[in-house]
């Protein structure tokens, strides 16, 4: 039985660009001030993605060291590091992620359209991603953002094994144009179908913009866990911009504590996912 909310923070993603997202953390200052300031209110998982000088998003593997290290010098969160990147980074240099040493990496379960855009991940490319995850002890949180990636995480897991900790997490990421609706139904559906799924299987859902709210209560009623984030979001209600997002995680914690599943610590959350206690 669920008991406590995971919270994972996505502060920056690849999509919004700073000028007209001023709030966005962008420097390796603003990463870890956010995420401080995330993990004193609850967040016990950090999905990241970083950019360069100007601000446009980078994989640069001297900047994804240093952040890796930086983050779990100054914080116990538990660091995701993003593999999707953005929609043109090549896919070596989003495999090349893994050698920053995350303790957890996403793996995308399979190409959308994505916007105006194409969100391309070939099977092949899942594969060398698992399977490299499962080399090096790093662990996946699985990238659904359309029903049919369940069933390619079914196949993927029946034909190369467990993830690294043995325990499989996905996050729905709801409502991209391209991808699942984010509504409730979409989501009892999402649900159900991780009935095909290994036993004990948990899942985190977030959706995009103005399927924030609805995506959380379902997800919270569920039994599921939250992910929030400027990555998703940047409009905190209709006409008010996110101020921060501080903002987006209190909200978060405010509805699971709501829902009597107040957040993990970042060492239940830990325990929860199979990742090693920090410092291993
Ligand atoms: N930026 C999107 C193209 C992930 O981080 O793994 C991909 C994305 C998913 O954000
Ligand atoms: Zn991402």
Not at 33 to 46: D, F, R
Not at 114 to 127: K, P, Q
Request: glycine residues 10%; contains cysteine; proline residues 6%.
């Amino acid at each position: 039985m669920t008991t406590g909310t995971l919270i994972t923070v996505a502060p920056t993603g690849a999509e919004s660009a700073k000028a007209e997202v001023p709030a966005l953390p962008v420097t390796l200052d603003e990463l870890l001030l956010t995420a401080k300031e995330c993990e004193a209110l609850g967040a016990a998982v950090i999905h990241v993605h970083i950019r360069d000088d100007e601000a446009k998003p980078t994989l640069d593997q001297g900047r994804l060291r240093e952040t890796v290290a930086a983050l779990r010098e100054s914080t116990d969160l538990i660091v995701q590091l993003s593999s999707g990147g953005a929609v043109t980074d090549p896919e070596a240099d989003r495999l090349a992620v893994l050698d920053a040493g995350p303790d957890m990496a996403s793996c995308t379960m399979g190409t959308l359209n994505f916007g105006d855009d194409v969100f391309l991940n070939r099977w092949e490319f899942i594969v060398d991603l698992h399977t490299r995850m499962q080399e090096r002890g790093i662990v996946p949180e699985y990238e659904i953002f359309d029903l049919g990636h369940l069933a390619a995480l079914q196949r993927l897991l029946g034909k190369y094994g467990l993830p690294a900790g043995g325990h499989v997490h996905v996050d729905f990421v709801m409502g991209v144009p391209g991808g699942m609706p984010g509504t409730t139904s979409t989501l009892v559906a999402a649900h159900q179908a991780l009935r095909d799924l290994p036993e004990g299987t948990t899942f985190s859902a977030t959706g995009i913009g103005r399927s924030t709210i609805p995506v959380m209560l379902a997800s919270l009623s569920a039994g599921g866990h939250l992910r929030v984030g400027m990555e998703d979001t940047v409009t905190y209600a209709k006409g008010r911009p996110v101020e921060s997002n501080m903002q987006l995680v209190a909200r978060a914690v405010g509805f699971a504590q709501l829902a009597q599943r107040p957040p993990l610590t970042t060492a239940e959350a830990r325990g929860l996912l199979g990742v090693p206690a920090a410092g291993r």
